[in-house]
């Protein structure tokens, strides 16, 4: 059983920077696409950024430039840092893990406001 738990989300200004931490454990981490997404109130969950167990990124057209995802095998953590965050920005972001089947962690908010 896979296990995800998200940390490091909150209330930010725009222009500000947030690291979301995303912690798995149950699995050898290194065998999985890792990846974060994100639902907005009354919008449907979009993919924002996800690195595969060969290190090859792909990101949200709108966060290109902005935020970067990256993993730490031996903690068995996944990152993203999210830099000039703006409002459009604000949502629940979810960590995601994939192999032979799709995990998700609880959800952390990020809420970018002035």
């Known amino acids: 059983q896979v296990q995800l738990v998200e940390s490091g989300g909150g209330l930010v200004q725009p222009g500000e920077s947030l690291r979301l931490s995303c912690a798995a454990s149950?699995?050898?981490?290194?065998?999985?696409?890792m990846g974060w997404y994100r639902q907005a109130p009354g919008k449907e969950r979009e993919l924002v950024a996800l690195?595969?167990?060969?290190?090859?990124?792909d990101y949200l057209d709108s966060v290109k430039g902005r935020f970067t995802i990256s993993r730490d095998n031996a903690k068995n953590t996944v990152y993203l840092q999210m830099d000039s965050l703006k409002p459009e920005d604000t949502a629940v972001y979810y960590c995601y893990a994939m192999r032979l089947a799709a995990y998700w962690g609880q959800g952390t908010q990020v809420t970018v406001s002035s």
């Open positions: 690195i595969r167990t060969t290190s090859t990124i």
């Open positions: 149950g699995t050898i981490f290194s065998f999985y696409t």
